[in-house]
């Protein structure tokens, strides 16, 4: 009768792929085609490795010839009389400090070899995460993605290290140590150890097979602690205002149990690993041990050749021990490391076209044609939308929310690809050119500028990094920013702290629009730039948001009407469909959904005041 698959087997057979196929993607990094060096140190790495085995092989001969000489014994007289037992015991010494120097130097070699490697894995992970499409790090979690990164490329380090010089020398070791007690004493003796290293290695993968379980079980709940600590120190604020500390604090403390509870049967675990292999080990270096002293007694063997074996058990025992530790933490690196090279192959949803040419900016012309567009195969957000924006207009886009405005911004620069029509700029294919050249010629002031913890001079220069001090000065003026920072004891080298929380929400938002003015883009897309922002504020700030779009091409995404009324032409979008375009004063005179919306907000204004 067949044996029935369960779902342990399956998830065993698919450990074991994962894991054949981290070391296939792990091992061009050891022998690269276009490095030579790489090659080179690892088998110089491989030959120290080599020549530390066999110094510590032979070195048991050296104690066994001291024990003998001074016990009067079996000892070879030419040997005694060119060395002496004074000698033998300095030679042992000698050999047991060769064999660590050679250890030491098979590191050394094999140090910058791992090194590049986690380098460019890191550096591969990091740009490909980049690469991926705006839908993915919607859904994805910050927190976990960083400890997959996190545990991944640590993985790497520990893979290379141990694969190679842990379980390759134990495995060579033991070996040698073989063929010494076969051909030195007997078969008996090499039986006895085969079988309980057979035994010992047989407990070991299997009690560890069980806690690689509970240590997934562990990291899971690690992930979810660390991931929950980070959304909650995100959104500090919300926080804040709704007193949720407490809450907030058992969130947290509920996933840290969850994580002490599979930590403690990790713990448990380990206990009882350790003990089993103890008490394996122990019995078969009990076993080796009474037929080395029976030997002799009989007068077959010398007190040197009972100290020899000794000598071999203990040798074996100590890499024996590591075993079980050693098999775990491959096992785990290999399933971060599956992990992380699972999202080096997720796919990146938007992608240049093989042999795509550079975005070729003559005007600045943008036209949507027909454009259509959908998140989910569900619900169709833009249904064919026709808007063309000629090269140094301003065009406004308005409309309740979800009506598809904020997804416009979002095509045009291409975080997503249309599902039918299409999005040209000068008569070229979004889809046609590279992203690099179509980002460049792109400017976006967004409703929350959002800056990394640096200083105010890099956040601005980020614009242009090969800006000098002058030209990031200049574009801070034009965004009437620079009197402000030079108040700041330290200037433009102030810190603005995470996501720019040091700062105003005006204040950051002239750093947003000075950092476009650097950037001197041709096409400028302003999404609801200054709705987050006070009224008094955003009279100031749509000033320079004025002046920053002269000469070139904007396209305004707006919540406040009040802010538009200056613009070319108004394009009002309903449930993805363009309803109304014209201007201000044309929209109000038709009195359609602009003149509704316009109403609406004036009453709101007035109420307010």
Known sequence: MARRTTMTDWDSEAARRSGWRTIRRVAPYLWPAAHPWVKWRVVLALAALFVAKLVAVGTPFFYKAAVDALAGEGADPVMMLAIGAVGLTVAYGMARLMTVGFQQLRDVIFARVGQRALRQLALETFRHIHALSLRYHITRKTGGLSRIIERGVKGVEFLLRFLLFSIGPLILELAMISVVLAVVFDLWYLAVVVITIGIYIWFTFKVTEWRVKIRKEMNDQDTDANQKAIDSLLNFETVKYFGAEGREAARYDGAMERYEAAALKTSYSLAFLNFGQSLLITTGLVIVMVMAALGVQSGALTVGDFVMVN???????????????????????????????????????????????????????????????????????????????????????????????????????????????????????????????????????????????????????????????????????????????????????????????????????????????????????????????????????????????????????????????????????????????????????????????????????????
Request: glycine share 10%; no cysteine.
């Open 311 to 609: 000598a071999y058990m203990i040798q074996i025992t100590m890499p024996l021990n590591f075993l079980g530790t050693v098999y775990r933490e491959i096992r785990q690196a290999l399933v971060d490391m599956g992990e992380m090279f699972d999202l080096l192959e997720q796919p990146a949803e938007v992608q240049d076209k093989p042999g795509a040419p550079a975005l070729k900016v003559q005007g600045g012309k943008v036209e949507l044609d027909d454009v259509r567009f959908s998140y989910e195969d569900t619900r169709a957000v833009l249904k064919g939308v026709s808007v063309a924006v000629g090269a140094g207009q301003t065009v406004a886009i308005v409309g309740p929310s979800g009506s598809g405005k904020s997804t416009i911004g979002r095509l045009l620069f291409r975080f997503y690809d249309v599902s039918g029509g299409a999005f040209r700029i000068d008569g070229q294919d979004l889809r046609d050119v590279t992203q690099d050249s179509l980002h460049a010629a792109i400017g976006v002031v967004p409703q929350d500028t959002v800056l990394f913890n640096d200083s105010i001079y890099y956040n601005i220069a980020y614009g242009r990094p090969d800006a000098g001090r002058g030209e990031v000065e200049a574009a801070a003026m034009a965004a009437k920013i620079h009197d402000f920072i030079s108040t700041l004891p330290d200037g433009y080298d102030t810190q603005v702290g995470e996501r720019g929380l040091k700062l105003s929400g005006g204040e950051k938002q002239r750093v947003g629009i000075a950092r476009t003015l650097l950037k001197n883009p041709p096409i400028l897309l302003l999404d609801e730039a200054t709705s987050a922002l006070d009224s008094e504020t955003e009279r100031d700030i749509q000033d320079e948001l004025r002046a920053m779009g002269e000469g070139r091409t904007v396209i305004t995404i707006a919540h406040r009407l009040s802010t538009i009324v200056d613009a070319d032409r108004i394009v009002v979008l309903e449930r993805g469909e363009v309803v109304e375009e014209g201007r201000h004063e044309d929209l109000l005179i038709r009195g359609g959904r602009y003149a509704a919306m316009w109403q609406r907000q004036a009453a709101e204004q007035d109420e307010a005041a």
